[in-house]
Every structure is written in structure tokens, then in C-alpha cells.
């Protein structure tokens, strides 16, 4: 949370802050310490349609579902809309009333 407070006070986009938190992430970055299981996962990775990018997508929304309630109200506040935020956050009535 006070990595996000630091970006957005800073001007940074919501996209911006949680690329700053490790919130989201480039897989394709990844590296493995024997090259061949990197190759064994690069392959399998890319035996999917959407591969890396489908991959991202799916860490982010982990990370994004450990985040506190407080957090999205904050990128809210920035333009994150509430249908972005984690379960918890969407159903946090009193969150949801903050964004708007």
C-alpha cells in the first residue's frame, strides 16, 4: 500500500503503480536457473494462443486479490474503475460509495 501512495503522489498512472508495487508483471522477463527448464517452459507457455500475455494476466489478478480494500479505493480515486478491483474491494460497500 505505501509503495502505491508513493507513485500516485508522485503522478503516475494507475498502470504505472502497479507495475511500481510488482502488482503486474512481464513473465516474458522471467528466467530459471538451467536453461533447459527455461526452454521446457517457454514451450508450453507459448503452446497457448494468448501465451505470455495470458500468463501476466493471471499473476496479476492473484496479486491483485491479496490487495487491501484501501488500495483500490486509492486507485479509484485515479481512475481504476471498481470493475477492476478484487472481490473483496467490490464488495466492500462502503469502497464502492468512495469511488464515486
Known amino acids: 500500500e505505501q509503495r502505491i501512495d508513493v507513485f500516485l503522489e ?3 498512472s494507475v498502470e504505472e503503480c502497479l507495475a511500481a508495487a510488482d502488482v503486474s508483471i512481464n513473465t516474458r522477463k522471467a ?11 517457454v514451450r ?5 494462443p494468448e ?6 494476466r493471471a499473476v496479476m489478478r492473484f496479486r491483485k486479490e491479496v490487495l487491501p480494500v484501501a488500495v483500490f479505493v ?3 480515486e485515479h481512475g481504476m474503475p471498481p470493475e ?3 472481490a473483496a474491494a467490490q464488495a466492500d460497500a462502503e469502497a464502492l460509495m468512495a469511488a464515486f
Open 31 to 41: 528466467r530459471c536457473g538451467r536453461v533447459a527448464d527455461e526452454r521446457m517452459l
Open 74 to 76: 486509492k486507485l479509484a
Open 84 to 86: 477492476d478491483w478484487n
Open 10 to 12: 508522485g503522478g503516475l
Open 44 to 48: 508450453l507457455i507459448l503452446e497457448h
Open 51 to 56: 501465451g505470455f500475455d495470458r500468463l501476466d
